[in-house]
T-cell receptor
């Protein structure tokens, strides 16, 4: 699986958009980009995923560059409850161990009042 | 729907003791997973079960055994606990093991081995 690179930490003001970058320069054509987050002491929570096109759901937007080597997770109006560690994960579209998630250290997002 | 439930929430063991962590999901998912998370680290996969009746090793399987009891339940057993197994254990499930299906996680079991 392709490795991902994320900043260790980021700050964001409450009510502003939070833009979390992820580099996955070795991604291959059959690999999806996933984002999960983990609020302190809780289990990880799925946010969004994409293959090539930009995606949006009720939680966030995912922007994937045309060459697919990087992506950005956007939380449009961050709240204090969005303070969490955000994981960018690249995952193949296959079964068995190929389909397993590999978690790095993620980005610690702190939303400040 | 309760989603993914785990018991117990907390456990303290002495070195050499055994215990079983329980996990159940009510979403009719085929695939289930066990992860561990050490302080300041991401999650690491211990074992997974792609479907009822199958189990496979993940990244860090040593010292653990699993049982996929039925479609709903997936247990993790520590036969002889060691201090290195002090961690937070998360169970997860997904409709299938293949992308693009997302995983749903339980609240975790915090295990301390002294």
């Amino acid at each position: 699986d392709a490795k991902t690179t994320q900043p260790t930490s980021m700050d964001c003001a409450e009510g502003r958009a939070a833009n979390l970058p992820c580099n996955h320069s070795t991604i291959s054509g059959n690999e999806y980009v996933y984002w999960y987050r983990q609020i302190h002491s809780q289990g990880p929570q799925y946010i969004i995923h994409g293959l090539k096109n930009n995606e949006t759901n009720e939680m966030a937007s995912l922007i994937i560059t045309e060459d697919r080597k990087s992506s950005t997770l956007i939380l449009p109006h961050a709240t204090l409850r969005d303070t969490a560690v955000y994981y960018c994960i690249v995952r193949v579209a296959g079964g068995g161990s190929q389909g397993n998630l590999i978690f790095g250290k993620g980005t610690k997002l702190s939303v400040k009042p | 729907n309760a989603g993914v439930t785990q018991t117990p929430k907390f456990q303290v063991l002495k070195t050499g003791q055994s215990m079983t962590l329980q996990c159940a999901q009510d979403m009719n998912h085929n695939s289930m997973y066990w992860y561990r998370q050490d302080p300041g680290m991401g999650l690491r996969l211990i074992y997974y079960s792609a479907s009822e009746g199958t189990t496979d090793k993940g990244e860090v399987p040593n010292g653990y055994n699993v049982s996929r009891l039925n479609k709903r339940e997936f247990s993790l057993r520590l036969e002889s606990a060691a201090p290195s197994q002090t961690s937070v254990y998360f169970c997860a499930s997904s409709p299938q093991g293949t992308a693009p299906y997302e995983q749903y996680f339980g609240p975790g079991t915090r295990l301390t081995v002294t």
